[in-house]
């Protein structure tokens, strides 16, 4: 993230339709070896550009996937 709350962490967004139906917004201090992190649940798609708008983030998106079990 570029800015806002978290700033400087990983950012990923997991759609959990099968279990949830909701989304998954987990943070991460960095991806080789994370020492903090934490993660937010929303319920649909609104949800989570409320939580986007409400964080204030600036996201550099790219193209890289998290490798761990929920990615």
Known sequence: M????????VIHVHRDAEITGGYY????DQL?????GGDHWVRDQEELATLFRLSEWAIEWSGRRCTGSRA
């Open 32 to 36: 080789e070896d994370p020492s903090d």
């Open 25 to 28: 917004v987990f943070l991460v």
């Open 2 to 9: 570029l800015a806002g709350e978290n700033e400087g962490y």
